[in-house]
């Protein structure tokens, strides 16, 4: 069990250190941002929408270690996807941090793939907030809302 903790913060390390697709976008036709007063997380999720599809996806931003890598780990997951897929996506990671263990359907986990490197936040409630604000932020660009995503 120690092992795999261990790899797990590793890939947490790795997506802080070397985010993926972290950058402005030009081209986006959504973005959002978001705002964790409690940490002082703030980032900008970008989206590159067309024809139903996330063809692109990017962040910028500064925040702990938790809120970076999963804004990262969420650009590789929804890249690529439907809107409906990404809206599940968010909704299977959004319950797999806020929901107790025994009552999360285990197909949920399985599906989240890499995501779950995530899932030991669900022990620290202030640091699920600095885990689902990209997500947050996501799904308000996903539906185009004009608003600042606040954790609080």
Wanted: hydrophobic residues 40%.
């Amino acid at each position: 069990m120690m092992d795999l903790r261990e790899l797990y913060q590793e890939v947490i390390i790795d997506h802080n250190r070397n985010p993926r697709n972290h950058r402005e976008m030009e081209s986006a036709t959504s973005q959002s941002r978001g705002f964790n007063p409690l940490c002082g997380d703030k980032l900008t999720v970008y989206l590159q929408v067309e024809h139903g599809t996330v063809r692109d996806i990017s962040f910028v931003g500064c925040g702990c270690a938790i809120s970076q890598a999963s804004a990262s780990l969420m650009t590789e997951a929804v890249k690529s996807k439907t809107l409906e897929e990404a809206q599940s996506i968010f909704e299977r990671f959004h319950l797999m941090l806020t929901t107790d263990p025994d009552r999360t359907p285990t197909a949920s986990a399985v599906l989240l793939d890499k995501l779950t490197v995530l899932a030991g936040v669900k022990a620290y409630p202030a640091r699920v907030k600095c885990a689902t604000l990209a997500w947050h932020t996501m799904e308000a660009a996903l539906k185009k809302e004009n608003v600042t995503v606040s954790t609080e």
